[in-house]
């Protein structure tokens, strides 16, 4: 299982009134540990105000760069994400989890056309994922549509334009802005339009090979719905929900009882009984096990495990296939038992 390891702060950089890129320093005796894919995540563990913090964010540096660098953008008033853009210094340290995460992007030596929808905080995973793209072909094309409020309220604008200048002719970013009209960007939202705009004007000659969303939910649906109205293989479709808030979600349970509870977390078997309307997770944590979990919302994927005795019906389910369900696992954030006992393998993932 994934542990979490102490890392300096390298460097702060202010990317919008209300975001940070944050940069740390990886010692030589973590590199291996600390080596990732594109588009991966890592999990920041802070204990503020007497109460510990878990949160998750996509690493936005390329995977051929010393450090990993981060965007953290402020939705809170009180929580980690509020702490890290403005108190947060250059020289502290935080405890961080390595990397893991599937909304990833594997190079191959084949040329890849890649195209990218991402609103607000949802581009940092995508400029991972853009330079590993740009890096790994020469021939490589990268089509992005961001979505925001106003150019103040784009996060890495600047790094986005001198993409665009590097990668002449391979990079292409087009920006829209919901709240104000602004010189070389789009007014509005991402919609069908947009999609339509990119993908079957601007680009109508090229074949993409994989299509990569990250954002609010609404906008991930109506990008999917207009790429496979457009014929668009569901198989070239990656998404990663990014929730607006990082107050969790209340779950409408109906479920009776008592469950009988085994859960196994590095090689440790712990016993206990909880109430079937409980999630998994939170009763897992009221028994002070160590069990993995950043996010508590069932959009990352740090919180899986298996069921290898009993069964548990999940509420929501954005990371899951349905074979690996079949086989078993749940995000345990938003599992409940069904059944009178259960056995859940933390370990077997």
């Known amino acids: 299982m994934s542990q979490f390891h102490s890392l300096t702060v390298k460097h702060i950089k202010k990317l919008t009134p209300t975001s940070v890129a944050v940069t740390f320093s990886i010692p030589k005796e973590l590199a291996q540990t600390f080596t990732f894919t594109a588009g991966q995540y890592v999990t920041i563990k802070k204990e503020i105000k007497g109460k510990e913090l878990r949160r998750a964010y996509s690493i936005s540096s390329s995977t051929d760069k010393d450090g990993i660098t981060i965007g953290i953008k402020k939705v809170d008033k009180g929580g980690f994400s ?90 292409f970013v087009y920006f829209t802005n919901s709240q104000t009209r602004e010189d070389k960007a789009l007014f509005g939202r991402i919609d069908t339009s947009t999609v339509n705009y990119a993908l079957l004007n601007k680009h109508k000659n090229v074949d993409f090979d994989g299509y990569y969303l990250c954002g609010p939910e609404e906008m991930i649906r109506l990008v999917q719905d207009t790429l496979v109205e457009n014929e668009v293989d569901k198989g070239k479709i990656h998404f990663e929900l990014f929730t607006p808030t990082e107050i969790k979600e209340e779950l409408p349970i109906q479920a009776d009882g008592q469950t009988s509870v085994t859960v ?86």
Do not use: W
Not at 326 to 343: E, N, R, S, V, Y
């Open 264 to 349: 196994l977390v590095d090689d440790e078997e712990f016993n206990f009984t909880m109430d079937k309307k409980s999630v998994i997770l939170d009763a897992v944590l009221k028994e002070n096990i160590d069990a993995p979990y950043s996010c508590q919302g069932g959009v990352c994927s740090s919180c899986i495990a298996k069921v290898t005795e009993g069964k548990a019906e999940m509420v929501k389910n954005q990371i899951l296939t349905d074979k690996e369900i079949a086989d078993g696992f749940i995000l345990t954030c938003q599992a409940h038992p069904t059944t009178p006992t259960i056995k859940v393998d933390y370990d077997d993932v």
């Open 82 to 171: 509020n702490y890290a853009n403005s108190q947060l210094k250059v020289g502290d340290t935080l405890e961080v989890m390595e990397p893991e995460g599937r909304f990833v992007f594997n190079t191959t030596k084949d040329v890849q056309n890649i195209a990218a929808f991402a609103a607000g905080s949802g581009i940092t995973p995508i400029m991972s994922i853009a330079k590993s793209v740009l890096d790994s072909n020469p021939k490589n094309k990268f089509v992005l549509v961001y979505g925001n409020k106003s150019y103040e309220e784009t996060m890495f604008y600047t790094d986005l334009v001198k993409l665009e200048l590097e990668y002449a002719n391979r990079f």
